[in-house]
């Protein structure tokens, strides 16, 4: 794979074409399907193409091709809400997450792409007892980690968001609320596009709008993949699907435990900004967060019940904005400008599906539930490792394929279910 | 929105029911190995497609009964008795 000199975006660079009217060179590149690639990821999402980008950047494994059925980003990576947070429940999800925090610190400057990251504060509202103990545990095992979280009451949460009722009279009255000042939001588009770019740049090959139809296994060994545009030998097949993990996992025989759950989100028309914190309330299965743009971006848990249809229905909708109301009553007259759904593979204890198969060289790195786009870059970083060592990483053992037989699950719903 | 066909009380709003999921037969618990056991508790067939499932009339006459649906596009069909 040949690699090419990148055009180096800055503000010069800015001036420069803006006077000369000179196009910008294509992100990435267009390729003819080759017949064999040292390692093959499907799904040209942030995992996938994080995956590629590291196994370039940190391995020299450029012989890569990454594949996708529809275009770049165009999955979960596209959809989510774009909510960056470490402060998650158990001592192994912290240490991952955050890893994936500080990657997500550095990225801009690494992909010379402007991914927009800004650490502005997450909220995770408790409005009863059970929920304010988990916030006092996930605040201890975040402080043993070295992630910046704590426990404030409802004084300082109206201090943060002036516009939040935090009086007792509420119908879910707010007792408190883990406060976690590195938690963000991000321009999801940017990652996607901004580690493309450079994987592309490291002679990685993304071929959009190519299908894996089939994959071979021969005795219990991974030797390709079969696509819309031809077969394709690859001694490593990295799945980094989300929606459809287990249906391409079932391609080489190899059985998930996943179910899969469309989620729902929606945007507000834009109004000047007045919210800079992320606020979360499990209670009321609500997300709120105001882009640079001004519009507000709500989330809610998934659907309940599993599908692979994206389309949003009148009941989210109608739900959301009441609770939404119940947190800010203020912005009743905002309105709802759209509204989508991505697809969720839920694993039973909320944690990912990371490393290897019992089919030699197809590797997982699924199962993301809500909670994948925050991950990307740790995902990309550790698969890329296991790909080039062959060794799991410390930071992912935890999350195989194995612990659901061997009854080692990493119970993390107290901080994935809806706090995203 | 899904219209569920409830074969006591009609076709009513999903908003009714509760989603009960595939249904399974559990393994003699004396006699199970690991993997089965695994399978049994967390693995789902998880089809893009046409599904047969349990679903509860929570808000009427609170039974458990069978329907099909496709879960591409989330058409219901009634099921066939179990």
Known sequence: MTARKPARYSAFDLVRRGLTRRDWPRSWREHDLNSSYDVVVIGAGVHGLACAYYLAANHGITNVAVLDKGYLGGGGSGRNTAIIRSNYLTPEGVAFYDRSVKLYENLAAELNFNVMFEQRGHLTLAHNDSSLRTMRWRAEVNKLQGVNSEVIGPADIKRLVPYMDVSPESRYPILGALYHPPGGTIRHDAVNWGYARAADVLGVQIHQNTEVLGIDVVGDRVTGVRTNRGAVAAPIVVNCTAGWASLVSALAGVTLPITTYPLQAAVTEPVKTFLRTVVVSGTLHVYVSQTDRGELVFGASVDPYPSYSMRGSLEFTEELAGHVLELMPGIASLRVLRQWAGLCDMTPDYSPIMGVTPVDGFLLDVGWGTYGFKAGPVSGETMAELVATGKTPELIASFDLARFADGRLVGEKGAAAVGH | ?82
Request: net charge positive; with cysteine.
């Open chain 2, 1 to 82: 929105m899904l219209l569920i066909p409830c074969p006591h009380c009609g076709p009513r709003n999903s908003s009714e029911f509760r989603y009960a999921g595939e249904g399974r037969r559990r393994p003699d618990v004396t006699a199970v190995m690991p993997p089965e056991w695994r399978s049994y508790l967390y693995e789902r067939r998880n089809a893009a497609g046409w599904v047969r499932e349990s679903w509860y009339h929570t808000f009427g006459c609170r039974r458990f009964f069978a329907v099909e649906r496709d879960t591409v596009t989330n058409a219901v069909r009634p099921g066939s008795p179990a």
